[in-house]
């Protein structure tokens, strides 16, 4: 059974010193940018853009997207104009910073004895910089970036780490895979608690004993902690529950952003391929989606506006991809379309009252059932086919 393991990088893997940190970053970027522009237009834009980041519920748009929609217009400047000046900043300037941060001891040691177990390692930083700051940092701490599968950051990432959402896309993005997950970071609003209500099992790193005075032993403590807990741990026990309300939203408020960001970057041609014959295209898994989006999951939930305990017919949608014949639909349209799609359908459930959840009913497959049932089945059938989304493209880039 493989763990995977969710890092934070701020003050978990890095010594980070954010009271200096943010302050030297602002200042340095200000300053490379001044022959551009007042520097105090661009420190108030930067923080702008970090707090509508922060904020974002977006499926549709990356964080990067959601930043430079407040940042140009307020420093008065067209969208991207400063693309070059920034990269130069990222490459030339912004390494000068590092010495402001320190590497954690026990960060290398705990990464390198996770690796020898063939556990699956994320970077799980709040993705609010660009790739190649995030990556400087990641190897301020003394790693490659080659050694996570995953670092998210704000060029392909919906979410920050305000929102439990940011926990489902991360997930989605290495192919929602089953088995036992584990949120490490030392933030308990933005690593901990987030994480919890998608329902992970979570380590707070406080750098104390896990057996120091009023500590809940095994919850928190340092790397090493984690480590001699890990080594003796039943890995059932961090399986994830996603049952709870919070959970089932949040992982349909991220599917679309998942395959965003999984999608984004694919050839046109590349929509129609087939790792094999028994494969799927991609475009075909998404017309997929958004036809039982349509006609089986509105269907479903509208059900729910009558009285009484409403029946909930599951027709066979296996065969709609060659009736339908989706392998020649436009793969980019059948996205857009899906994607619009699940705003139907998360206006329902954000908007549906806490009692309605546990209203009864009964499902063709599964019997007696309540609402809440009814929208986890629709998260379950987003991770599986995020997982076949996933696997394909594995399978595409190994072909290649």
Same mark, same amino acid.
């Given at each position: 059974?493989?763990?995977?393991?969710?890092?934070?990088?701020?003050?978990? @893997?890095? +010594?980070?010193?954010?009271?200096?940190?943010?302050?030297?970053? *602002?200042?340095?970027?200000?300053?490379?940018?001044?022959?551009?522009?007042?520097? =105090?237009?661009?420190? =108030?834009?930067?923080?702008?853009?970090?707090?509508?980041?922060?904020?974002?519920?977006?499926?549709?748009?990356?964080?990067?997207?959601?930043? #430079?929609?407040?940042?140009?217009?307020?420093?008065?400047?067209?969208?991207?104009?400063? #693309?070059?000046?920034?990269?130069?900043?990222?490459?030339?300037? *912004?390494?000068?910073?590092?010495?402001?941060? $320190?590497?954690?001891?026990?960060?290398?040691?705990?990464?390198?004895?996770?690796?020898?177990?063939?556990?699956?390692?994320? %970077?799980?930083?709040?993705?609010?910089?660009?790739?190649?700051?995030?990556?400087?940092? %990641?190897?301020? !701490?003394?790693?490659?970036? +080659?050694?996570?599968?995953?670092?998210?950051?704000?060029?392909? *990432?919906? *979410?920050?780490?305000?929102?439990?959402?940011?926990?489902?896309? @991360?997930?989605?993005?290495?192919?929602?895979?089953?088995?036992?997950? @584990?949120?490490?970071?030392?933030?308990? $609003?933005? #690593?901990?608690?987030?994480?919890?209500?998608?329902?992970?099992?979570?380590?707070?790193?406080?750098?104390? /004993?896990?057996?120091?005075?009023?500590?809940?032993?095994?919850?928190?403590? /340092?790397?090493?902690?984690?480590?001699?807990?890990?080594?003796?741990?039943?890995?059932?026990?961090?399986?994830?529950?996603?049952?709870?309300?919070?959970?089932?939203?949040?992982?349909?408020?991220?599917?679309? !952003? %998942?395959?965003?960001?999984?999608?984004?970057?694919?050839?046109?041609?590349?929509?129609?391929?087939?790792?094999?014959?028994?494969?799927?295209? @991609?475009?075909?898994?998404?017309?997929?989606?958004?036809?039982?989006?349509?006609?089986?999951? &509105?269907?479903?939930?509208?059900?729910?506006?009558?009285?009484?305990?409403?029946?909930?017919?599951?027709? #066979?949608?296996?065969?709609?991809?060659?009736?339908?014949?989706?392998?020649?639909?436009?793969?980019?349209?059948?996205?857009?379309?899906?994607?619009?799609?699940?705003?139907?359908?998360?206006?329902?459930?954000?908007?549906?009252?806490?009692?309605?959840?546990?209203?009864?009913?009964?499902?063709?497959?599964?019997?007696?059932?309540?609402?809440?049932?009814?929208?986890?089945?629709?998260?379950? &059938?987003?991770?599986?086919?995020?997982?076949?989304?996933?696997?394909?493209?594995?399978?595409?880039?190994?072909?290649?």
């Amino acid at each position: 059974m493989t763990l995977t393991l969710l890092l934070d990088l701020d003050d978990t @893997l890095l +010594k980070t010193n954010q009271s200096a940190f943010v302050p030297a970053y *602002f200042q340095a970027i200000s300053t490379h940018l001044a022959p551009q522009m007042d520097p =105090g237009l661009i420190a =108030g834009a930067l923080l702008s853009g970090m707090n509508a980041m922060n904020q974002s519920r977006d499926f549709s748009r990356t964080l990067k997207e959601i930043f #430079d929609d407040v940042f140009y217009p307020m420093i008065g400047l067209q969208k991207g104009r400063l #693309d070059s000046e920034i990269e130069v900043f990222y490459d030339e300037i *912004f390494p000068a910073l590092q010495p402001i941060t $320190e590497r954690n001891p026990d960060a290398k040691p705990f990464v390198h004895w996770a690796q020898s177990q063939g556990f699956r390692l994320v %970077v799980a930083t709040d993705p609010l910089l660009p790739r190649k700051a995030t990556y400087h940092r %990641v190897r301020w !701490a003394g790693f490659d970036p +080659k050694e996570f599968e995953l670092i998210s950051t704000f060029d392909d *990432f919906h *979410f920050s780490k305000t929102h439990s959402t940011y926990y489902a896309e @991360l997930l989605g993005r290495i192919g929602w895979q089953e088995g036992p997950v @584990l949120m490490v970071g030392n933030d308990m $609003e933005r #690593d901990i608690l987030p994480a919890k209500r998608l329902g992970l099992e979570t380590f707070f790193l406080n750098g104390d /004993s896990a057996s120091g005075p009023g500590s809940e032993a095994g919850l928190h403590g /340092s790397l090493p902690d984690l480590r001699r807990r890990l080594e003796s741990a039943d890995l059932t026990s961090l399986i994830p529950s996603f049952a709870a309300i919070e959970s089932i939203v949040s992982i349909q408020s991220a599917t679309p !952003a %998942v395959l965003d960001g999984l999608f984004r970057n694919l050839e046109p041609n590349e929509w129609s391929l087939k790792p094999s014959d028994d494969d799927w295209s @991609l475009t075909e898994l998404v017309c997929h989606l958004r036809d039982t989006e349509r006609e089986i999951h &509105h269907m479903q939930l509208k059900l729910f506006e009558g009285q009484g305990e409403p029946f909930i017919p599951r027709p #066979d949608t296996g065969v709609w991809a060659s009736q339908r014949d989706y392998l020649h639909e436009d793969g980019p349209s059948a996205m857009r379309e899906y994607t619009e799609a699940r705003r139907v359908t998360l206006d329902i459930l954000m908007n549906m009252p806490d009692k309605n959840w546990e209203r009864k009913a009964r499902h063709a497959i599964f019997g007696p059932t309540n609402f809440r049932e009814i929208a986890g089945f629709m998260a379950d &059938h987003d991770r599986m086919h995020i997982h076949q989304a996933w696997s394909i493209l594995k399978k595409l880039a190994l072909e290649k």
